[in-house]
């Protein structure tokens, strides 16, 4: 099973950012996908996740709004389009697949080893 999250970068205050994470050696489509970010110091912490089917999509009430999670289970991908980019929005962000979406960490099987976003101000 592989993870491989990509996309961060450097970025500063109001600007956007494209994460994108392709998923290999499990059934992709029989999965609930999320995204997770955990700040130096602190708890890894819900961004947002997407059904199988991707009929449903749930956020943290700090990306509300801004970010968007989006999947293509023909390629095996999940993306999140983060807007409006804020400094406290810097973490290393990861994609994970649980069988359902949820917002707790601990019920997702796979993880990947996350990819550093940075918000200068």
């Known amino acids: 099973v592989q993870l491989q999250a990509s996309g961060g970068g450097l970025v500063q205050a109001g600007g956007s950012l494209k994460l994108s994470c392709v998923a290999s050696?499990?059934?992709?489509?029989?999965?609930?996908m999320g995204w997770f970010r955990q700040a130096p110091g602190k708890e890894r912490e819900f961004v947002a996740a997407?059904?199988?089917?991707?009929?449903?999509?749930y956020y943290s009430e700090s990306a509300k709004g801004r970010f968007t999670i989006s999947r293509d289970n023909a390629k095996n991908m999940v993306w999140l389009h983060m807007n409006r980019l804020k400094p406290e929005d810097t973490a290393v962000y990861f994609c994970?697949?649980?069988?359902?979406?949820?917002?707790?960490?601990?019920?997702?099987?796979?993880w990947g080893r996350g990819t550093q976003v940075t918000v200068s101000s």
């Open positions: 994970a697949a649980g069988r359902l979406a949820l917002r707790d960490p601990e019920e997702y099987d796979y």
């Open positions: 050696g499990f059934s992709f489509d029989d999965y609930g």
């Open positions: 997407i059904t199988w089917s991707g009929g449903s999509t």
